[in-house]
C-alpha cells in the first residue's frame, strides 16, 4: 500500500462546524485512504488561533509534516484544502516545497494546478462577499440609518458571552485530543502535560503558553461543559 502522511488542523471556534472538527477530518482521511488503497504513515495535528495563522513559523505541526513526507517520499493528505489555508499565496508556498498534496474531498487527480485554481475561487468569493457587506453597510450609513442598537447593550453583551463560552468550549475540545495523546506517553501531571503542549508549540485560546492552571481549566471545562474557570 502507498503510504501518505495525514495532516489535520483545527482552529477556536471550528469544531464540528461543515465537518472540519479533528474526528471528522480523520474519518474522512481514513475513508479516502481505505478507498484508493493508502495506508496512513503518519498523522500531525494542529490546533492553530488568531489571525496570521497561515503563516509557516505558526504551523509547526505542518512543517513536521513535509519533512516526514519528503523522507518518506509520500504525499500530504488533507480532508479539505481549507485545511492547508485559505490564502492562495501560502497555497503557492507549500506547493514550492516539492511535496505532493492530495485533498480528500477533491480526489486523487487533482493535480496542483487545480488546486490553486480552487483556492483562488474561494478566496475571490470571500473578498467578494466582504466587499459587498461593506458597500450595504455603507449606503445604511449615508441613509442616516444608525448601525448597531443601544438600546439592547444588555442583550448584546450576554450574547457576547454565550459566544465566547461556545468558543472556549470548542477550543478545549480541539485540543483534548492531543492531551489524550500526551497523557498516554505517562505525562500525567498538569506541568507534565503543559510543558508537553508548549513544546509542541501548541497555544492557549489566548495565544499564551500552557500553565498548571490552564491544563487544569482545559480538563475541567472537557470533563463539565458548565465549567466557567478563565482561559481554556
Same mark, same amino acid.
Given at each position: 500500500?502507498?503510504?501518505?502522511?495525514?495532516?489535520?488542523?483545527?482552529?477556536?471556534?471550528? @469544531?464540528?462546524?461543515?465537518?472540519? !472538527? +479533528?474526528?471528522? @477530518?480523520?474519518?474522512?482521511?481514513?475513508?479516502?485512504?481505505?478507498?484508493? !488503497?493508502?495506508?496512513?504513515?503518519?498523522?500531525?495535528?494542529?490546533?492553530?488561533?488568531?489571525? !496570521?495563522?497561515?503563516?509557516?513559523?505558526?504551523? /509547526?505541526?505542518?512543517?513536521?509534516?513535509?519533512?516526514?513526507?519528503?523522507?518518506?517520499?509520500?504525499?500530504?493528505?488533507?480532508?479539505?484544502?481549507?485545511?492547508?489555508?485559505? *490564502?492562495?499565496?501560502? +497555497?503557492?508556498?507549500?506547493?514550492?516545497?516539492? %511535496?505532493?498534496?492530495?485533498?480528500?474531498? &477533491?480526489?486523487?487527480?487533482? *493535480?496542483?494546478?487545480?488546486?490553486? +485554481?480552487?483556492?483562488?475561487?474561494?478566496?475571490?468569493?470571500?473578498? &467578494?462577499?466582504? =466587499?459587498?457587506?461593506?458597500?450595504?453597510?455603507?449606503?445604511?450609513?449615508?441613509?442616516?440609518?444608525?448601525?448597531? #442598537?443601544?438600546?439592547? &447593550?444588555?442583550?448584546?453583551?450576554?450574547?457576547? %458571552?454565550?459566544? #465566547?463560552?461556545?468558543?472556549? =468550549?470548542?477550543?478545549?475540545?480541539?485540543?483534548?485530543?492531543? %492531551?489524550? @495523546? +500526551?497523557?498516554?506517553?505517562?505525562?500525567?501531571?498538569?506541568?507534565?502535560?503543559?510543558?508537553?503542549? #508548549? =513544546?509542541?508549540?501548541?497555544?492557549?485560546?489566548?495565544?499564551?503558553?500552557?500553565? =498548571?492552571?490552564?491544563?487544569? #481549566?482545559?480538563?475541567?471545562?472537557?470533563? *463539565? /461543559?458548565?465549567?466557567?474557570?478563565?482561559?481554556?
Amino acid at each position: 500500500m502507498r503510504p501518505i502522511v495525514s495532516y489535520i488542523r483545527v482552529s477556536t471556534g471550528k @469544531q464540528g462546524k461543515s465537518g472540519l !472538527g +479533528i474526528e471528522a @477530518q480523520r474519518a474522512a482521511i481514513s475513508r479516502f485512504a481505505a478507498a484508493e !488503497g493508502l495506508e496512513v504513515l503518519t498523522e500531525f495535528v494542529e490546533v492553530e488561533t488568531g489571525k !496570521g495563522a497561515d503563516a509557516m513559523e505558526r504551523r /509547526p505541526r505542518l512543517a513536521e509534516a513535509l519533512s516526514k513526507a519528503k523522507r518518506a517520499k509520500a504525499p500530504v493528505v488533507v480532508a479539505k484544502l481549507c485545511r492547508l489555508s485559505r *490564502d492562495v499565496a501560502f +497555497i503557492s508556498g507549500l506547493m514550492a516545497q516539492r %511535496v505532493p498534496f492530495i485533498v480528500a474531498e &477533491l480526489g486523487a487527480d487533482a *493535480d496542483s494546478f487545480m488546486l490553486h +485554481i480552487y483556492a483562488a475561487l474561494a478566496e475571490k468569493e470571500r473578498a &467578494l462577499i466582504a =466587499d459587498r457587506t461593506r458597500a450595504a453597510l455603507a449606503q445604511k450609513k449615508a441613509q442616516g440609518k444608525v448601525l448597531g #442598537n443601544p438600546t439592547n &447593550l444588555p442583550e448584546a453583551q450576554a450574547k457576547g %458571552v454565550a459566544t #465566547n463560552q461556545k468558543a472556549a =468550549d470548542a477550543f478545549a475540545a480541539n485540543v483534548l485530543p492531543i %492531551v489524550r @495523546q +500526551i497523557q498516554a506517553t505517562g505525562a500525567t501531571t498538569h506541568r507534565a502535560i503543559a510543558q508537553a503542549l #508548549n =513544546d509542541r508549540r501548541v497555544r492557549t485560546a489566548r495565544g499564551g503558553m500552557w500553565h =498548571d492552571s490552564t491544563v487544569r #481549566n482545559l480538563l475541567a471545562r472537557a470533563s *463539565d /461543559p458548565t465549567t466557567r474557570r478563565g482561559e481554556s
